[in-house]
């Protein structure tokens, strides 16, 4: 029995390899006209053209929503490891499928000085959408901007998130102080 459905099985798939790689002819015909067909063309024509086609798949990357979004309203996220509002502000982003700049300006002098150019002042998380800047994490006001930008609510279907921040190394042991003794 089992030997009956594997010999089905590679009939099948033999079978249709023809539907996965398909040709297609293109020429004119002896009134001018352009003639599409899966058939080869009549002998009498010289200039025929052969297409070949593997197929058809769908394209997956950036939605049009979020593309035209991106180009209107570019968001940019100024944050450091400043900790629980920081990490909030990031993952509402990426869960949301923004694209978005992130600069720190810890380490980076230029984003220090755009962010004080910007808010007067040096903390952080800030978002800019487009000209619009929301000092703080506060979720409702950063879904806000987002929605009224035309940003989706949640990212595609089978997006791979950015990889996650390094974590904060442990703190290094004293080796010079003595270990506990158990009493």
């Known amino acids: 029995m089992k030997l009956g459905h594997i010999l089905i099985s590679v009939w099948l798939v033999a079978a249709s390899t023809h539907l996965a790689a398909a040709q297609l002819y293109q020429w004119k015909d002896a009134q001018g006209r352009m003639v599409y067909s899966d058939q080869p063309p009549p002998t009498s024509i010289k200039a025929a053209q052969q297409k070949s086609f593997k197929g058809n798949y769908i394209e997956v990357g950036e939605t049009y929503a979020a593309r035209t979004a991106r180009e209107k309203y570019p968001v940019t996220l100024y944050a450091s490891d400043c900790g629980a509002p920081c990490n909030q502000a990031r993952q509402l982003l990426v869960d949301r499928g923004v694209p978005f700049s992130s600069k720190d300006p810890q380490t980076s002098p230029e984003a220090q000085a755009e962010l004080h150019k910007l808010t007067g002042r040096l903390s952080v998380p800030v978002l800019t959408v487009g000209s619009e800047k929301i000092d703080g994490y506060e979720t409702s006001q950063w879904q806000a901007a987002l929605d009224r930008a035309g940003y989706p609510k949640s990212a595609p279907p089978g997006s791979k998130p950015p990889p996650a921040a ?18």
């Open 166 to 183: 390094n974590p904060a190394p442990p703190p290094a042991v004293n080796p010079a102080s003595p270990p506990a003794e158990d009493q």
